[in-house]
Structures are given as C-alpha cells and as structure tokens.
C-alpha cells in the first residue's frame, strides 16, 4: 500500500503527481481534463445522432466528473490560466450535456 501522498498519474510517460481530487482515477489534471473532454464530446455526438447513451458514461459525466472539476477548482493548488480556462471551458461542456438531457429525450442503455 502506497501513502496517500503519493499518487501519481498513471498515463505512460507521464510521471506528474495526481490532484488529491483525482487519486482514485489516478490521473494528473491534464490527463484528467484530456479524458473529459473525449468523453463529453462523445456523449454529446451520441446525443446528436439519437444513439443511446450508457447510464455509466451518463453517470461519469453528470456527477463525477461535475463534482471532481468543482472539487478541484476549491482545492487545486494555483492551476495554470490555461488549465482553469479548460475546467472553465469543461464545466460549461457539462452544462450543456446537462441541459441536453434534461430537455430531449435521450435515450440511456440499462444493462440487461
Ligand atoms: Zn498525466
């Protein structure tokens, strides 16, 4: 078991510390806000073309990911003006998912 103080991002090649906000996924901030983004981006191109959506990725989308950007804009050491521009930029993205769900009828996919 490693310390707490230690989590680092676990993408290949990238050796920088985790946010305590992102030690369960084990990702740096720019991993984190990377990996947002392919996902909201997907989600909404789903919701574009009327595809169903998988209630996990919806899940991820509007809770975790929500409160991990909310979680790391209260506790983020000085993010970089870039890096607060994209959780800015990320946080709206959510928003619009959010409202996109909310006001059509997006299909989510239930495991059977
Ligand atoms: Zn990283």
């Keep these: ?6 989590v680092h991002c676990a993408r290949p090649g ?8 992102l030690s369960r996924v084990e990702l740096c901030l720019d991993h984190f806000l990377d990996e947002a983004f ?3 981006d997907q989600a909404l191109a ?5 595809s169903p ?5 919806l899940e991820w989308l509007l809770s975790d990911a929500l409160a991990t950007v909310k979680n790391l804009e209260e506790s983020a050491d000085e993010p970089k003006p870039e890096q607060r521009d994209r959780m800015l930029e ?3 993205i959510l928003a619009n998912l959010h409202e996109y769900v909310a006001h059509h009828s997006v299909r989510v996919e239930h495991p059977a």
């Design 38 to 40: 392919v996902r909201t």
């Design 90 to 92: 990320l946080l709206l």
């Design 14 to 21: 990238c050796a920088k510390p985790a946010p305590p906000a």
């Design 46 to 50: 789903r919701c574009r073309e009327g």
């Design 53 to 57: 959506l998988t209630k996990d990725s």
């Design 1 to 6: 078991m490693k310390g707490a103080a230690s």
